[in-house]
T-cell receptor, first 116, second 114 residues
Framework: GAVVSQHPSWVICKSGTSVKIECRSLDFQATTMFWYRQFPKQSLMLMAT?????????EQGVEKDKFLINHASLTLSTLTVTSAHPEDSSFYIC????????????FGPGTRLTVT | DQQVKQNSPSLSVQEGRISILNCDYT??????FLWYKKYPAEGPTFLIS?????DKNEDGRFTVFLNKSAKHLSLHIVPSQPGDSAVYFCAASEVWGATNKLIFGTGTLLAVQP
């Protein structure tokens, strides 16, 4: 089946620093990748839609200058949390849609970010 | 504005019995629905989906029912197994929309008691 990986799986950083999270589709090409955020006991909230070779589309309320998304290839999208603050601590999950068809999304295992 | 709602935050079922998880939506433009299973600190795993042209889709122990007029769908798991214990999210999408993005419900924690 389609596999999506994320790296790192968890990261602790100091307030004010930047953190990059990678999302890779391992056995398929993904023209579209999505970035979600999940707070404890809450739903997955879509942050942005990332299309290969173009600018990401951010959901309302998501700061595009704080959450930088780059989708440089058909198998890799990155999310950079810039100038992280403790309130950015969350579980970040990416998903990818197979360019070969289908309407579903395959999810990565998630990245736990803790900002101290 | 929560377009996809799962009104039961938790559900407890005995092993071997049927688990029924419910989901309601408000956007009549949604035409594709999915169920995901999620363990803590892991990404969601796809379970089953249904298109709005159908009212039922079955895959092994999992069956999804869609009632378009009521804007309601449900996931039936039978027989329930302890390994089914997880958080279940329903999600909806406009297949022919601009981005096909998924809108998730708030999730239902299913506990299957041995």
């Amino acid at each position: 089946g389609a596999v999506v990986s994320q790296h790192p799986s968890w990261v602790i950083c100091k307030s004010g620093t930047s953190v990059k999270i990678e999302c890779r589709s391992l056995d398929f090409q993904a023209t579209t990748m999505f970035w979600y955020r999940q707070f404890p006991k809450q739903s997955l909230m879509l942050m942005a839609t990332s299309n290969e070779g173009s600018k990401a589309t951010y959901e309302q309320g998501v700061e595009k200058d704080k959450f930088l998304i780059n989708h440089a290839s058909l198998t890799l999208s990155t999310l950079t949390v810039t100038s992280a603050h403790p309130e950015d601590s969350s579980f970040y999950i990416c998903s990818a849609r197979d360019a070969g068809g289908g309407f579903g999304q395959y999810f990565g295992p998630g990245t736990r970010l803790t900002v101290t | 504005d929560q377009q996809v709602k799962q009104n039961s935050p938790s559900l407890s079922v005995q092993e071997g019995r049927i688990s029924i998880l419910n989901c309601d939506y408000t956007n009549s433009m949604f035409d594709y629905f999915l169920w995901y299973k999620k363990y803590p600190a892991e990404g969601p795993t796809f379970l089953i989906s249904i298109s709005s042209i159908k009212d039922k889709n079955e895959d092994g122990r999992f069956t999804v029912f869609l009632n378009k007029s009521a804007k309601h769908l449900s996931l039936h798991i039978v027989p329930s197994q302890p390994g089914d214990s997880a958080v279940y999210f329903c999600a909806a999408s406009e297949v022919w929309g601009a981005t096909n993005k998924l809108i998730f419900g708030t999730g239902t924690l299913l506990a299957v008691q041995p």
